[in-house]
C-alpha cells in the first residue's frame, strides 16, 4: 500500500524559513517523480512544485520559485520542500504526491497524496 | 499559464441522480486532463486521468469525457460517499493548474 506521510509544518513568522519532508512507502519511491501541491484555508488546488525520480530536473510555480527549493533523498525515500521568505499567502496545507510522467513523456497527473502538513505564516 | 474554470461552483443532486460536471480549459489541452474528489479533512483522490481514464479501484459510475478545451465528469448516480469537491486539472504544459473546483452536495 502507497503511503506518503508528510510532517514538518508549523506557525512562522513573515520571513522565515521551514523544511517539510514526506516520507514514502509502498512504492519505488526512486521510480516515481514527485509533486508538492498546497491548499490555503477554504481555497482549492495550487501546484507548488516537481522534482524528476532522479532529482536530476526540478519545476516550480512562479510564486515561489526563488523562495521555495524541492529535492529528494532517495536512499531514506524522502521527498523535502525548504520554504524560506515565508509571506502570509503561503499559508496553506502542503500535500506531496507521487506524480506520472517525467522529463521525456512530460509530467502529467497525481496518483497518490499525503494527508497534509499544516504551514502557517503569521505575525 | 492555462486557466482551468470549473462549472458550476456548488451542484445539489439527490441521492441516486446523475451529476454532470463541467471544466473549460482557456486554451487547449488536448486530452491531459484528470479529476480529483475530495473530501472534508481528507486529501485528494485521482478519479479520472487522460480525461476518459478511470483511476484504479474507481468506481464504473464515474466517467470522464472530452477534449481540446471541455471536458465533463459525470457520475451516473450518486451515492452518500460521492458528496464531495471535485477537481479538474490539466498537465499540458508548465505550470499545472487546477480549476476552482464543483462541490456536489446533497439536495
Known amino acids: 500500500e502507497v503511503q506518503l506521510l508528510e510532517s514538518g509544518g508549523g506557525l512562522l513568522q513573515p520571513g522565515g524559513s521551514l523544511r517539510v519532508s514526506c516520507a514514502a512507502s509502498?512504492?519505488?519511491?526512486?521510480?516515481?517523480?514527485m509533486s508538492w501541491v498546497r491548499q490555503a484555508p477554504g481555497k482549492g488546488l495550487d501546484w507548488v512544485s516537481t522534482i524528476s525520480d532522479s532529482g536530476g530536473s526540478t519545476y516550480y510555480a512562479d510564486s515561489v520559485k526563488g523562495r521555495f527549493t524541492i529535492s529528494r533523498d532517495n536512499s531514506k525515500n524522502t521527498l523535502y520542500l525548504q520554504m524560506n521568505s515565508l509571506r502570509a499567502e503561503d499559508t496553506a496545507i502542503y500535500y506531496c504526491?507521487?506524480?506520472?510522467?517525467?522529463?521525456?513523456?512530460?509530467?502529467?497527473?497525481?496518483?497518490?497524496w499525503g494527508q497534509g502538513t499544516q504551514v502557517t505564516v503569521s505575525s | 499559464e492555462i486557466v482551468m474554470t470549473q462549472s458550476p461552483a456548488t451542484l445539489s443532486v439527490s441521492p441516486g441522480e446523475r451529476a454532470t460536471l463541467s471544466c473549460r480549459a482557456s486554451q487547449s489541452v488536448s486530452s491531459n486532463l484528470a479529476w480529483y474528489q475530495q473530501k472534508p479533512g481528507q486529501a485528494p483522490r485521482l478519479l479520472i486521468y487522460?480525461?476518459?481514464t478511470r483511476a484504479t479501484d474507481i468506481p464504473a459510475r464515474f466517467s470522464g469525457s472530452g477534449s481540446g478545451t471541455e471536458f465533463t465528469l459525470t457520475i451516473s448516480s450518486l451515492q452518500s460517499e460521492d458528496f464531495a469537491v471535485y477537481y479538474c486539472q490539466h498537465y499540458n504544459n508548465w505550470p499545472l493548474t487546477f480549476g476552482g473546483g464543483t462541490k456536489v452536495e446533497i439536495k
Open positions: 487522460d480525461a476518459s
Open positions: 509502498g512504492f519505488t519511491f526512486s521510480s516515481y517523480a
Open positions: 504526491a507521487s506524480t506520472r510522467g517525467g522529463d521525456n513523456s512530460g509530467y502529467k497527473w497525481f496518483d497518490s
